[in-house]
């Protein structure tokens, strides 16, 4: 019987990271950056290298995952300076030194963990990001709600409906660092879905209500970040410069 026990298994590299540390109960303490060094696996996504940390390094370093997928949104952090998702980040696509921060904007809970649903929420309020139906016509709205609708429509939709609420798009954007009651593009984009939406009662001068000034589209300084980072591709620039134009018109009819 023969056989080879001289496997020879592929080098892993050994991984450098940089992790920024902060705790605000405990504001004696300055932030720092905390190094810690693992092996790479096979298949190894950042999501797996923190436990691995957390598991074997440090029990104290806080992140935040739920799905493991990227459908909650809850991972995103600044990877090497870039907002993402880390359970969507293969560490294979990062070199060997890497540097994780928390998402800057949103308020720190601690080291990588940040309270983005407390900023979406008071987004999703200011916004009214709810289908809003013709108050005191219940019949008719009920008719509306159950009409057919185009499916090239829906699909548009559908793809504004993707979005993780991650705060990516708003940790990229310039003019969120500058002003914090900037609604960002995730908050352009939900307006943009129930623009769309047929069976919403709104009108233009309603939505030009909700973000027609500078903590709305005229705050926008189109730098497009957010496009490029949105881990679920959405259409922000064509959206953002679809609103822009239509809220610039109506500013141009309120003023004459
Ligand atoms: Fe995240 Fe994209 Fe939604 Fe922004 S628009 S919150 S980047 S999924
Ligand atoms: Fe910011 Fe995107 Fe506008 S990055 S400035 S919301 S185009
Ligand atoms: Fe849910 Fe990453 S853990 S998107």
Known sequence: MSGNNNITRPQHRQLRFQVLRYDPATPAVPPRMQAYQIEEADGMTLFIALNEIREHLDPTLQFDFVCRAGICGSCAMMINGRPRLACRTLVRDLPDEITLAPLPFFELIKDLSVNTGKWMRGMSERLQTWLHTQEGAPEADIR?????????????????????????????????????????????????????????????????????????????????????????????????????????????????
């Open 144 to 256: 509306r709600i159950e009409e057919r609708m185009e499916p090239e429509l829906a699909e548009q939709i559908y793809e504004l409906d993707r979005c993780l609420e991650c705060g990516c798009c708003v940790a990229a954007c310039g003019t969120a660092q500058m002003r914090e009651d900037f609604v960002g593009a995730v908050g352009f984009g939900k307006v943009a879905r129930f623009r769309l939406d047929p069976r919403d009662s709104r009108t233009d001068e309603d939505f030009y209500e909700l973000i027609g000034d500078d903590t709305g589209v005229f705050g926008c300084m189109s730098l497009l970040a957010c496009h490029d980072v949105c881990p679920k591709s959405l259409p922000l620039q064509t959206q953002i410069a679809f609103l822009r134009r239509k809220m610039a018109v109506m500013g141009l009819k309120g003023a004459s």
